[in-house]
Nanobody
C-alpha cells in the first residue's frame, strides 16, 4: 500500500522560510518523478514544482521561480521543498505528489499527471 506523508508546514511571516518534507513508502521511490502542488481556498490545485527520478532536472511554476527549491534524497525516500522569501499569496495547502512516470511530463502542472497524493500540509504566510 502506497503512503505519502507531508510535514513541515506552519505559520510564517512574509519574507520568512519553511522547508516541507514528504516521505513515500510502498513503492520504489526512485522509479518516479515527484512533485509539489498547492491549493488555496476557492482556487484550483496548481503545480508548484516537479523533479525527475534522478533529481537532476527540476521545474517550477513562474510564481515561485527563484524562491523555492525542490530536491530529493532517494536513499531516504524523501522529497523536499525549500521555500524562501515567502509571500502571503503562497498561503495554501501543499500536497506531495507521486507522478505517473520517472520524468516530469509536459503536463506536470496538471493534477491528472499524478498517481498518488499525500493529505497535505498547511502553509500560512502573514503580511
Amino acid at each position: 500500500q502506497v503512503q505519502v506523508v507531508e510535514s513541515g508546514g506552519g505559520l510564517v511571516q512574509a519574507g520568512g522560510s519553511l522547508r516541507l518534507s514528504c516521505t513515500a513508502s510502498g513503492l520504489t521511490f526512485d522509479n518516479y518523478a515527484m512533485g509539489w502542488f498547492r491549493q488555496a481556498p476557492g482556487k484550483e490545485r496548481e503545480g508548484v514544482s516537479c523533479i525527475h527520478w534522478s533529481g537532476d532536472i527540476t521545474y517550477y511554476t513562474d510564481s515561485v521561480m527563484g524562491r523555492f527549491t525542490i530536491s530529493r534524497d532517494n536513499a531516504k525516500n524523501t522529497l523536499y521543498l525549500q521555500m524562501d522569501n515567502l509571500k502571503p499569496e503562497d498561503t495554501a495547502m501543499y500536497y506531495c505528489a507521486v507522478e505517473l512516470y520517472g520524468y516530469c511530463s509536459g503536463s506536470w502542472t496538471s493534477p491528472h499527471a499524478v498517481g498518488y497524493w499525500g493529505r497535505g500540509t498547511q502553509v500560512t504566510v502573514s503580511s
